[in-house]
């Protein structure tokens, strides 16, 4: 048998969509599903808009996921070049045996009106003048594949036009440029965003000029936004690299990615241990929609199955990556792990834990630090605090029910007070465990500070 081959092509002219991502993954499983070969093919003939900086993100990016390749323009391969510029020789050599086969022929479009041929020709011109190479669509031929989600999907070139295979600049047009690709590089199986449907039938065209085989298409349905349409950044953020910025572990976005349209026996898993499950009968053909809230939550599942090393190694990576570079000591990260959902979250739960200079929450302000009783319960918390010996979470428990009953204040008021006056908000993690972590000496000092803060407000 014939090894399976599969590529991800994208372009880099930005950032690695999470819908390329997800085609990337399912080529991904494929491949190692039946002991083949991944091939990552930068397609940047787009020569304004392709820059190497975006095809870096993009390798970057797949690598953080996890989906490395076989072949490509990093690791090389026997069937390079892996970058569609570089291989501009190759593509003008099948361009000219279209035209001598009468599959294709020569066009000069008038300057002015881009859209007006002036003439075409068998012969390329010879004085100099920029010039097209158009492929010759056969008239009323159909055009028929079996789409191996879709079934079998007919065309008729009834109402094709002649397109363009080699644009003046002396670059190839995509349609052109991803047959010769995959022939030469002896891709067996293209799966796709079902978008390039309509591009199937000029490939199969030139696939049939050549002589040669189409391998196996497959057509994924698109991610959608809520209202249903395409996935784009008016829906919000679709970068990858977005995703891990924001703090979402790698397995966790593959996962949520992998279940979009992936028809599997669980939610959570790590995809490298579905790779033996894998089918692409398994995928649906129906739309599938990105719910943002669904990711978080699979992310906090991910974040959950970790163990606590595990994490804090998820997390200073994530620290690294983002820049994000306050210390967090271990101490406050374990406090903080069990509240969130993402390393983000993690990060700025730790934050007042660490910095002084800590705000406190308009929420926190108007509901209890504004309150007549405010400074009494704060006051009694510092005398409370400074006297203990013990310093732990029983002690530290008892001393501020001890402050309610004193006061006869709701032990509620009493904790939401101490919990904002020592971190500046009403969300944070464990109040006993908190005042803790932070220590006496700490805990004094940014008492004192939330009396001047109440000094302030009056």
């Not at 900086?53 to 390749?69: A, F, P, V, Y």
């Not at 490939?203 to 996935?231: C, N, R, S, V």
């Not at 991910?302 to 994530?318: G, P, R, T």
């Not at 006061?407 to 020592?422: C, D, E, H, P, S």
Request: proline fraction near 4%.
């Amino acid at each position: 048998m014939q090894q399976v081959r599969v590529r991800f092509a994208p372009s880099p002219t930005g950032y690695l969509h999470v819908g390329g991502a997800r085609t990337a993954l399912f080529n991904w499983l494929y491949a190692r599903k039946n002991g083949g070969k991944f091939i990552l093919r930068i397609e940047d003939t787009d020569t304004e808009r392709s820059t190497r900086e975006s095809e870096e993100m993009i390798m970057r990016d797949l690598k953080w996921l996890g989906l490395n390749w076989d072949e490509g323009p990093d690791v090389g391969g026997d069937f390079g070049p892996y970058r569609q510029s570089e291989r501009l020789d190759l593509y003008k050599t099948f361009a000219e045996k279209l035209i001598e086969s009468g599959h294709a022929y020569f066009a000069v479009y008038d300057k002015e009106d881009p859209k007006k041929v002036l003439y075409t020709s068998v012969q390329r011109p010879s004085d100099g003048t920029a010039y097209t190479i158009v492929f010759k669509v056969p008239k009323n031929k159909i055009i028929s594949y079996d789409d191996m989600l879709k079934g079998t999907i007919e065309f008729s070139t009834e109402y094709m036009e002649d397109f363009i295979i080699f644009k003046s600049n002396g670059f190839p047009v995509y349609n052109y440029a991803v047959v010769i690709d995959d022939h030469t590089m002896n891709i067996t199986h293209v799966l796709r965003g079902e978008d390039h449907i309509s591009n199937t039938p000029k490939q199969i065209l030139i696939y049939e000029a050549l002589g040669w085989q189409p391998p196996k298409f497959m057509h994924i349905p698109l991610i959608l936004g809520a209202d249903k349409t395409p996935l784009s950044k008016r829906h919000g953020a679709t970068a990858v690299e977005y995703f891990r910025r924001e703090g979402y572990l790698a397995k966790a976005l593959v996962n949520y990615l992998a279940i979009l349209g992936w028809s599997v026996d669980e939610e959570i898993f790590d995809y490298v241990e579905k790779v033996s499950s894998f089918s692409p009968e398994q995928i649906s053909n129906k739309n599938v929609v990105f719910d943002y809230q669904k990711l978080e939550w699979v992310n906090s599942k991910h974040m959950k199955m970790l163990s606590s090393e595990q994490m804090y190694e998820q997390f200073l990576d994530w620290q690294r990556f983002t820049g994000n570079d306050k210390q967090v000591p271990k101490s406050v990260f374990e406090i903080c792990k069990e509240k969130v959902n993402t390393l983000k979250q993690l990060y700025e739960f730790a934050l007042p834990f660490i910095e002084e200079e800590y705000e406190y929450s308009d929420e926190y302000v108007e509901k209890f630090l504004k309150k007549p009783e405010a400074r009494d319960i704060i006051q009694n918390a510092l005398q409370e605090f400074s006297a203990l010996d013990e310093y732990n979470i029983e002690s530290v428990e008892a001393t501020l029910r001890k402050i309610a009953s004193t006061l006869q204040i709701g032990t509620n008021k009493v904790f939401q007070t101490i919990r904002g006056a020592l971190l500046g908000k009403l969300v944070t993690p464990g109040l006993f465990e908190s005042i803790v972590v932070l220590g006496k000496e700490k805990t004094k000092r940014r008492l004192k500070r939330t009396l001047e803060k109440i000094d302030s407000l009056n």
